[in-house]
Structures are given as structure tokens and as C-alpha cells.
């Protein structure tokens, strides 16, 4: 069962790491540069907030690794008093 766990945490935290090195390669500049080129008239949209796939990946895996955690606890508090 430990080494399960282990293995979520580290694959939850390899998806954190991945994504951010997957924001990193990319030039945000360069791509509004191009988007503009190919479209000098946008029509006028409304912004919004909204989370990206990495942001999502990250936040999942931050979640999963913290109830992982919680749940390894839990485990062990019942093993020492039963």
C-alpha cells in the first residue's frame, strides 16, 4: 500500500513539474504577435478569467498529493491506537 502511494504522490507531482516546463516553452508574446497578424480587426470580445490546461493539471495534482497526505495519515493514526 506504501509503495502505491508513493507512486501517486510522485506521479501527481511529475504533472505539476510538466506542466510547468510546458508554460515555460512556450513565447506567449509571439504567439499574440501572430494571432494579431492573422487577424488585424478583431471583433471586441469580453475577457473573463479561465483556468488553462496547466493550471488545471496543477491544481488536480496539488490536490490529489494533499489527499494522498491526509488519507496516509488517517492510515497510521488507526494503525498506532488499534
Do not use: F, T
Not at 21 to 40: C, T, Y
Amino acid at each position: 500500500m506504501k509503495k502505491y502511494i508513493v507512486l501517486a504522490s510522485a506521479l501527481a507531482m511529475s504533472c505539476a513539474v510538466g506542466g510547468a516546463s510546458a508554460m515555460a516553452l512556450l513565447d506567449w508574446k509571439e504567439v499574440e504577435a501572430r494571432k494579431a497578424k492573422a487577424n488585424p480587426n478583431p471583433p471586441a470580445v469580453v475577457r473573463a478569467p479561465e483556468i488553462d490546461a496547466a493550471a488545471g493539471v496543477q491544481a488536480i495534482a496539488l490536490l490529489s498529493g494533499v489527499l494522498l497526505l491526509v488519507g496516509e495519515r488517517k492510515r497510521r493514526n488507526r494503525e498506532a491506537q488499534g
